[in-house]
């Protein structure tokens, strides 16, 4: 699933993004690499994506969260 799809609140594993790679190395500058865990704070549908990964909350545009492939996980 993207994490355009994500339900506020749930932690996801980023499994990959498929996205310039201008754009990328910017995300990875700010710590969204593949493999690691962001939360959905806020995805009421309109205007941007709310999410937290790597202890700070970030906005990001719904193309942008389109193109992020994410799985959910699971509390052991």
Not at 19 to 25: A, N
Not at 41 to 69: M, P, Q, S, W, Y
């Amino acid at each position: 699933m993207t994490l355009k799809q994500g339900k506020n609140h749930v932690t996801y594993r980023v499994r990959s993004m498929d996205i310039e790679l201008q754009l990328e190395r910017r995300l990875e500058a700010l710590g969204l690499t593949e493999g690691s865990l962001i939360t959905v704070l806020n995805n009421d549908k309109k205007g941007a994506l709310t999410a937290r990964f790597r202890g700070a909350r970030f906005a990001l545009g719904r193309r942008i969260a389109d193109h992020i492939e994410v799985t959910e996980v699971h509390a052991s």
